[in-house]
């Protein structure tokens, strides 16, 4: 939609005029989804999350019953972000149950279980993450949860 076409290009404002009205017409998860990463964009994490929610709940809307694997991440990260962790790992587990090989979500849980004091399963889940993907931050993560330092969130 044209929506879409203006996020692509990096025009938050059009993307967002359109975005709304697709997803008041089509209320579909994925214009859920896009609506909510533009408001995340534009620095708008509680509307971000309000969207990301709403793509959340409405993905048994989707044709066909698909999942999506990006309104879990979205939705956790913003939980993260958020202070709730214990909602993000609720978050995760759901997607993981879709998509059990996915790094990305693998990842956030080990985030979310180490702000919960949760050491063991946040090492596992990170080495998971490693697994899956050897090559990405995940390695910086496990290092982190294995030493006992803070948590950046910032990246």
Not at 46 to 65: I, P, R, S, V
Not at 86 to 91: F, S
Request: some cysteine.
């Amino acid at each position: 939609n044209l929506g879409s076409a203006y996020l692509q290009k990096g025009d938050k404002e059009n993307a967002l005029i359109h975005l709304k009205k697709s997803a008041t017409l089509y209320p579909y998860p994925i214009n859920l989804y896009n609506l909510g990463l533009v408001y995340e964009l534009m620095g708008n994490g509680q509307e971000a999350k309000g969207f990301y929610y709403k793509a959340f709940n409405a993905k048994n809307l989707a044709q066909n019953n698909q999942h999506i694997s990006a309104i879990y991440l979205r939705l956790a990260w913003m939980l993260i972000l958020s202070d709730e962790p214990e909602t993000a790992k609720d978050v995760l587990k759901e997607g993981l149950r879709y998509y059990p090989n996915d790094a990305a979500l693998l990842y956030e849980l080990a985030m979310s279980e180490y702000l919960l004091c949760n050491k063991g399963e946040a090492l596992i889940a990170a080495e998971r993450a490693q697994e899956l993907l050897p090559n990405g931050q995940h390695y910086q993560l496990y290092k982190t949860i294995l030493d006992n330092r803070p948590l950046n969130l910032t990246n």
